[in-house]
């Protein structure tokens, strides 16, 4: 006949073997809860991912007519080819810009090829210098120049030069160019112009 301590051991080793049983799954997740945990992930990515699509798009469609060039509060859409003053602006320019309000026109490109467009568009006698005062000024000195308001774009860096829209000329079409900073008679290379201009 066991003793008692045999008898003991046997109860123990019979609850702890069924203990053992019902606890075996203890630390792993069970399969419901483990289907849950990814199904959140997959949500989390898709919601990422959209949340990035609609901030691309509404980034495009918030520029006016959904073009790029426009700033704020602009009231008509310019082409794709502007022509400002009645001259195209020179063909590749970079950073164009342009702020439309009443029937006035404002435009901001660099380009290495200002002095033509001055010319073509009728701001600059062929025969003149760039800068005759007879034509232009020459701004307040600093840095920094800003653009009209509501011009979008980077500032104009100085020292800059001001075709008057009124000037000896009488085009109607006010330009302001950077002129450079160790030459009088030159442009900065390449120049950023602002153009201003009744529309058509």
């Not at 959209?50 to 073009?67: C, E, I, M, N, Y």
């Not at 509060?73 to 794709?80: I, M, V």
Request: aromatic content about 8%; some cysteine; glycine content about 14%.
């Amino acid at each position: 006949m066991p003793d008692a301590k045999e008898a003991g051991d046997g109860v123990t080793s019979h609850e702890a073997g069924h203990g053992a049983g019902r606890y075996s799954g203890v630390g792993s997740p069970r399969p419901g809860r483990r289907r849950l945990t990814c199904l959140a992930v997959v949500v989390a990515v898709l919601a990422a991912g959209a949340g990035g699509l609609v901030w691309l798009f509404q980034s495009h469609l918030s520029q006016p007519f959904g073009d790029d060039r426009a700033c704020d509060g602009s009231d008509t859409k310019l082409p794709e080819a502007i022509s400002a003053g009645g001259a195209p602006i020179p063909a590749g320019a970079s950073d164009v810009h342009y702020y439309t309000r009443n029937g006035n026109a404002e435009v901001t490109f660099v380009s290495g090829e200002v002095e033509d467009y001055l010319h073509r568009a009728g701001v600059l006698p062929d025969d003149a210098l760039p800068f005759d005062a007879k034509y232009g000024t020459k701004a307040e000195a600093g840095e920094e120049i800003a653009l009209p308001d509501g011009l979008c774009g980077s500032p104009l860096r100085g020292p800059v030069w001001v075709y008057d829209a009124t000037s000896a000329t009488g085009s109607g079409v006010g330009v302001m160019v950077e002129r450079s900073p160790v030459d009088n008679e030159s442009f900065r290379l390449p120049t950023r112009a602002v153009v201003t201009y009744r529309l058509p």
